[in-house]
């Protein structure tokens, strides 16, 4: 959700400042904008839609300027409006943000009261209003800024640019992540080292509650007392090449293909191979004491905890409760002495997520991370850091880092297991060997990716579909359908294939193809029989099972896709990427933004 840099430079930064916007698309955005200080005057360029937009604006009415802010943004207060764009800006300040003011109401209500005019709708303007009012009454920068934020509720992150001071920024955080880049001469902020990427790989995290002034020699840092403080300057190791579709159309679709060497990049950290056995990083709990774990998501991560409930309860042995994150806090869960809440995310910093973790934390649970980004504040909040590998994740429909989720999970699961005394050497050896072969297994499942492409016309017409699947395939289902919803923008659903016969096999006819997710294996028969019901009653099934599945049910199938015989261990991960193929050739088929749909974003850091 969207995204923030700043830049103070040594030459016109305008450009580059578009350039870091277009480098954090992948988040999510239906409105753009800069604004930078020139010859004491504050100026900016607005614009709805995509980027291209707003480049047309700066081609028709160029910026200078060599400090300057920048912002793509995804409607929360005020619809998608030129005038609800950021940068929000009085004759004083411009600033940008990500995130929500929770009592921004009140605080408009009083500024309007004494006099102040707004020009948006939306909740960021009180801050450009609060910060103004009293830079023009004489306070400095800092010294306003640091009024003004401890009367903001709610998460944010904020890049501030005064025109009377055109040699600094502000940056603030609480909830909303927001990065300090170290160049040569220049200094930057960003919402993630992504957006930094080409200007430097020198990085600083901005702790919660931290707020920064950032000059063209350096960065000042201060905590929520504001106390200045240090934070480590670390190298983000993201360039370029990482984030560039390299041959591929979409980065979705590079993403589907890089799958076999993530998660086998992710196994490497969690599986010794010469001993064979599974290693996790060493926490600071004893895991044999977990009484019963808390898996806390959301979308794409929240299926890949339902897969892991089932390994978790059948490896281990321990119960395991799972909630979509914001429902969690909401339901007062009862949180029991010597429990583990297990928070799964690509970022580290899904607002919800956190408030889950931090919700849990104050029960007295130990908490373990699944994050893609080591340095994320879920990351830094954990007892237990388990990252995943998958790289940066671009489109916004998840597909690696799906994958990679499902293969530290089963790691952990079988840690667990090996701790309560529930899995022993041999047990773990074969665990291990199956886990090995997933790599493998996925890049064979991605052979059958031109097959998909060609069936994709029979799904791509639709109004709804139906995806159905047993067991750990039953998460699969939900995500296929999630899959398909996000980026083709038709109606789909997922069922637990044995609840068709309780109510929503009403929905079946000629018209809606029904995807059956069935791998040959101790539900399949059950998962057939289900197929055959729909069948019966004129629905168009699409079955993905092995070959010996599809021998034994493809007859009478609208289409079958073959994949990879495996063990039932790692078929989620395995079956995960056709569903995804078939998702993106829809998509493809009936062109609609594959890399960036409609109303979606990355990071979502508001709850």
Not at 276 to 290: A, E, N, R, T, Y
Not at 372 to 385: F, H, K
């Amino acid at each position: 959700m969207c995204g923030i840099i700043g830049i103070i430079g040594k030459d016109d930064v305008a450009e580059r400042l578009v350039e870091g916007l277009k480098r954090l698309e992948y988040r999510g955005y239906d409105s753009a904008g800069v604004a930078t200080v020139h010859d004491g005057r504050i100026d900016r360029r607005r614009a709805e839609g995509k980027l291209a937009n707003l480049v047309k604006e700066l081609e028709a009415a160029p910026l200078p300027g060599t400090t300057g802010i920048a912002h793509t943004r995804w409607a929360t207060h005020g619809a998608p409006t030129t005038s609800n764009a950021h940068p929000h800006a009085t004759k004083e300040v411009a600033l940008v943000h990500n995130g929500i003011i929770e009592n921004f109401k009140p605080l408009r209500e009083e500024l309007t009261a004494r006099g102040r005019v707004f020009d948006s709708q939306t909740d960021t303007e009180v801050v450009a209003h609060l910060v103004s009012e009293l830079v023009e009454q004489g306070a400095s920068p800092k010294d306003a800024v640091a009024q003004v934020l401890p009367r903001l509720h709610g998460a944010f992150a904020l890049a501030i640019l005064f025109r009377s001071h055109p040699e600094i920024l502000i940056g603030a955080r609480l909830g909303s992540p927001l990065v300090v880049g170290y160049g040569e001469g220049e200094t930057y902020l960003g919402s993630d080292a992504l957006a930094l990427a080409p200007l430097t790989q020198r990085i600083a995290y901005l702790e919660e509650g931290d707020w920064v002034v950032i000059t063209r020699d350096g960065a000042e840092i201060f905590d929520k007392d504001n106390n200045p403080v240090e934070r480590p300057v670390t190298i983000s190791g993201v360039t370029g090449e990482l984030i560039s579709k390299g041959n591929h159309r979409h980065y979705m679709l590079k993403e589907i293909y890089e799958q076999p060497v993530v998660v086998a990049q992710t196994l490497r950290s969690y599986l010794r191979r010469m001993e064979d056995q599974v290693s996790l990083p060493i926490p600071d709990f004893d895991l044999g004491s977990i009484r019963r774990v808390t898996i806390v998501a959301c979308g794409t991560s929240y299926y890949a905890g339902m897969v892991a409930k089932y390994w978790f309860e059948q490896f281990a042995r321990v119960p395991v409760d799972i909630d979509v994150a914001s429902e969690f806090r909401y339901r007062a869960p009862v949180m029991e002495e010597g429990g583990l809440m297990i928070v799964i995310s690509q970022s580290g910093e899904t607002a919800d997520t956190l408030a889950a973790l931090r919700h849990a934390r104050a029960e007295g649970q130990k908490i373990a991370a699944v994050v893609n980004v080591p340095t994320s504040t879920m990351a830094r909040e954990a007892d237990l850091l388990l990252p995943t590998n998958a790289g940066p994740e671009i489109g916004v429909a998840s597909t690696k880092a799906f994958t990679c989720q499902l293969a530290v999970l089963a790691a952990f699961a079988a840690n667990l297991a090996r701790a309560k005394g529930r899995l022993d050497a041999k047990a773990e050896k074969e665990l291990v060997r199956h886990l090995s072969e997933a790599p493998a297994a996925l890049n064979g499942a991605l052979a059958y990716d031109e097959s998909i492409e060609g069936m994709a016309h029979l799904i791509a017409g639709a109004r709804d579909v139906l995806y159905l699947g047993r067991g750990p395939d039953y998460p699969l289902a939900l995500e296929g359908a999630l899959k398909l919803k996000e980026i083709s923008y038709i109606h789909a659903e997922g069922y637990a294939a044995g609840e068709m016969k309780h109510g929503p096999i009403a929905l079946i006819d000629d018209k809606v193809p029904v995807i059956v997710l069935a791998p040959s294996g101790p539900l399949f028969e059950k998962t057939v029989s289900n197929m055959q019901e729909v069948q019966a009653r004129g629905g168009k099934v699409v079955l993905i099972s092995d070959y010996d599945g599809v021998q034994a049910a493809g007859e009478g199938c609208m289409a079958t896709i073959t994949m990879p015989k495996v063990h039932p261990l790692i078929a989620p991960m395995v079956y995960a990427v056709p569903v995804q193929l078939l998702a993106y050739h829809v998509a493809v088929a009936k062109g609609t933004d594959v890399d960036q749909p409609r109303n979606l974003a990355k990071s979502v850091t508001v709850e």
